[in-house]
């Protein structure tokens, strides 16, 4: 069965430390999507990035990196250098190809970022 | 840039009533969804639509939900009867394509507060 894990419920950290948003995921299809969504207090969905299960190759995004590694199921999200407009919860979103492509969401985390 | 409208922003209802939420998805898209989200809680798969029938739905989307896309532009969710649990954030989603670069394009969601 298809699942987003996002461990990390609420991180807080000081403006221009670098943070890490982990996201675990499972699922049985070999081709699958990965996502990353900003929801600002506002409280729309922001896209932030799309992978694909077979392009391993980590991306830079200004402030912005993400490592997926498929050996440990993960989609971790660096935000380098926080500033306090990154303050938000993110979700990490799985979208398996065998299906609709519906999202599954994580729990998401809130990221506080603190002046 | 084009955008998902949802009208209204906030809606609150009476326990039992029916609430149609309402969405304009952009025009020349052809895949729809609807998610919501409990406050403080994840986003949750309702139920996709192409073609002018369901796709998918979730276990969530019980007799009570209903979609419609009736006039060609709207797209909207009916829930026949209210709960209190159905309080939520509900979010349309379309995409032109079953999966695109940048994901689908979420509306800004209606708020539904049931008393």
């Known amino acids: 069965a298809q699942k987003v894990t996002q461990a990390q419920t609420e991180i807080s950290v000081v403006e221009k430390e670098d943070v890490t948003l982990d996201c675990v995921y499972e699922?049985?299809?070999?081709?699958?999507?990965l996502f990353w969504y900003k929801q600002p207090p506002s409280g729309e969905l922001v896209f932030l990035i799309r992978?694909?299960?077979?392009?391993?190759q980590n991306e830079i995004s200004g402030r912005y990196s993400w490592n997926f590694q498929k050996s440990t199921s993960s989609f971790n999200f660096t935000i380098t250098a926080s500033q306090v407009v990154d303050s938000a919860v993110y979700f990490c979103a799985l979208s398996e190809a065998s299906g609709t492509y519906k999202y599954i969401f994580g729990t998401g985390t809130r990221l506080k970022v603190l002046a | 840039e084009p955008e998902v409208t949802q009208t209204p922003s906030h809606q609150v209802t009476q326990m039992g009533q029916e609430v149609i939420l309402r969405c304009v998805p952009i025009?020349?898209?052809?895949?729809f969804y609807w998610y919501r989200q409990i406050l403080g809680q994840k986003v949750e798969f309702l139920v996709s639509f192409y073609n002018n029938e369901i796709s998918e739905k979730s276990e969530i989307f019980d007799d009570q939900f209903s979609v419609e896309r009736p006039d060609g532009s709207n797209f909207t969710l009916k829930i026949r009867s209210t709960k209190l649990e159905d309080s939520a954030m509900y979010f349309c989603?379309?995409?032109?394509?079953?999966?695109?670069?940048?994901?689908?394009?979420f509306g800004s969601g209606t708020r539904l507060t049931v008393v």
């Open positions: 025009s020349n898209h052809l895949y």
């Open positions: 699922t049985r299809d070999t081709t699958y999507y």
């Open positions: 992978r694909n299960s077979f392009d391993e």
């Open positions: 989603a379309s995409s032109e394509r079953r999966l695109t670069n940048y994901g689908y394009t």
